[in-house]
């Protein structure tokens, strides 16, 4: 006689990637939606955030310092004032512990790092290479980056070194329906930035894939 012993399980995929560009991350929600995402996806913020998050009481009286050249010209001002409004929120969890078990980042060694379980060493080594090659193509301009400019080079940089994994960078939407501000950061890096055939019309703007 056969005997069949059923058997029931669910296999989840491994998660996706997911860098958040800065801007985002200091939006009014950005705080809530990196740790929303950080439940179902591995979330990674920029080696550069820290720098802010460090600094956070000089830059909130001296926003202009925290660069964002590439940010739309007519709405730069405006948007870092906003932006800095977020910084001691993410200070305080940064301090209390509430991201270290939740997001990832790599620092300059890795015990300053937050790397998933059995992430290999090998992250750390590609991730400055990448950093390396963007600055290269930046030429002069990267001599004078400040921070928000250092968090889009590590965006780009780290959304690279974790490749062949699926891995998506969020960021901020372009104001009246303009594309996203990362695409002009992208330009100068001599990587042009297109619609993806995929974006849905009124759906958070459109998706823009370098």
Known sequence: MDHHLALSGRFSPKPPNIVIDAPLAL????????????????????????????NDEYYRHRPDQMGGGWLHPD??????????????PWRRA?????????????????????????????????????????????????GTAAPLDECARDVIALSAALQPESTYILTIA????????????????????????????GWSGPAFWP
């Open 27 to 54: 939006s009014p929600m950005g705080l809530l939606v990196t740790v929303t995402l950080s439940q179902s996806a591995r979330v990674w913020l920029p080696r550069g955030f820290y720098t802010l998050l460090d």
């Open 75 to 88: 709405a730069r001002d405006a948007t870092l004032r906003e932006m800095v409004l977020e910084l001691e």
């Open 94 to 142: 940064w301090q209390n512990g509430r991201l270290s078990s939740r997001v990832h980042w790599v620092g300059d060694a890795q015990y300053e790092s937050a790397l998933p379980e059995r992430e290999g060493t090998a992250l750390m080594p590609r991730f400055e290479g990448c950093c390396a090659a963007l600055e290269a193509r930046l030429g002069d301009l990267a």
């Open 174 to 201: 372009g104001s009246a329906g303009a594309r996203p501000p990362l695409c002009d950061y992208l330009e100068r890096l001599a990587f042009p930035a297109t619609r993806h055939p995929g974006a849905i019309p």
